[in-house]
């Protein structure tokens, strides 16, 4: 599967069966909006892990324009159907077999409300097995013990963390979550986007290179293939 990375913690995921774009913030992100045109997306799925702006600012432009189901945890699958968009909900440790494979909603520490102040229902990640790989996708999280439940049931290719600090984990955080998660190949994202998660890349490579593991940081609009 191909991963681009479309700035801050906006992905496309392009599996052989569908298109999955995870968390569009692409209109409102000035390092984004040149590079990535939201006309080009066409996903099948849109993923979103909880309800804040940085996460969900694209998503009912790009429902509307593609047709997409969008996949997140009850209270914003709600939100979104009752704006006539086609939704399926899932809740925290539920899996559901779609078209391109398994998806797993999982735990994340955080906070999940809409810009116009209606309740996003607890904040999330996603596990996706898809071809015979399988990827993590913290979401906006804190380092937390319940990450350590997912190497029992799954062998990561790929951990996509959160690397930003302030309102997430920073980087030392991020080299134990992968630890716990048991996945030596990081994609980080929720970074460098605003003043507040501004990151030093040589150093968050350092980190993640001294602790035997390969931390990608993606220019926007480019990809990874696992
Ligand atoms: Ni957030
Ligand atoms: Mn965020």
């Known amino acids: 599967m191909k991963i681009t990375f479309l700035g801050h913690a906006s992905l496309l995921i392009e599996a052989e069966k569908s298109s999955i774009l995870v968390d569009p913030f692409i209109s409102g992100n000035e390092k984004a909006s040149g590079k990535i045109n939201l006309q080009d997306l066409n996903p099948?799925?849109?993923l979103v892990t909880h309800a804040h702006q940085d996460h969900v600012l694209d998503v009912e432009t790009i429902?509307?324009?593609?047709?997409?189901?969008?996949?997140?945890?009850y209270e914003i699958a709600m939100y979104?159907?009752?704006?006539?968009?086609?939704?399926?909900?899932?809740?925290?440790?539920?899996?559901?077999?779609?078209d391109f494979g398994n998806l797993k909603y999982v735990n994340a520490i955080h906070t999940s409300s809409f810009p116009d102040g209606t309740y996003g229902g607890q904040p999330g990640g996603f596990v996706i097995s898809t071809e015979g790989k399988h990827i993590y996708i913290a979401g906006d999280t804190?380092?937390?013990?319940?990450?350590?439940?997912?190497p029992n049931?799954?062998?990561?290719?790929?951990?996509?963390?959160?690397?930003?600090?302030?309102?997430?984990?920073?980087?030392?955080?991020?080299v134990i979550a992968s630890d716990f998660v048991a996945c030596d190949t990081i994609l980080g994202y929720h970074y460098d986007t605003f003043g507040y998660i501004e990151i030093d890349h040589d150093l968050a490579?350092?980190?993640?290179?001294?602790?035997?593991?390969?931390?990608?940081?993606?220019?926007?609009?480019?990809?990874?293939?696992i």
Not at 63 to 73: E, L, Q, Y
Not at 80 to 98: S, V
Not at 154 to 169: C, Q, S, W
Not at 205 to 225: M, R, V
């Open 63 to 73: 429902a509307k324009s593609s047709g997409a189901v969008i996949v997140s945890n």
């Open 205 to 225: 490579i350092n980190k993640f290179s001294t602790a035997g593991k390969t931390l990608h940081l993606l220019e926007i609009g480019a990809s990874i293939t």
């Open 80 to 98: 979104y159907e009752a704006l006539g968009l086609k939704a399926h909900p899932m809740n925290h440790g539920g899996n559901w077999k779609f």
């Open 153 to 174: 049931t799954t062998i990561l290719d790929l951990a996509i963390l959160p690397i930003g600090d302030n309102f997430t984990m920073g980087v030392d955080d991020a």
């Open 44 to 46: 099948d799925y849109i």
């Open 142 to 150: 804190a380092l937390t013990m319940d990450m350590k439940l997912i």
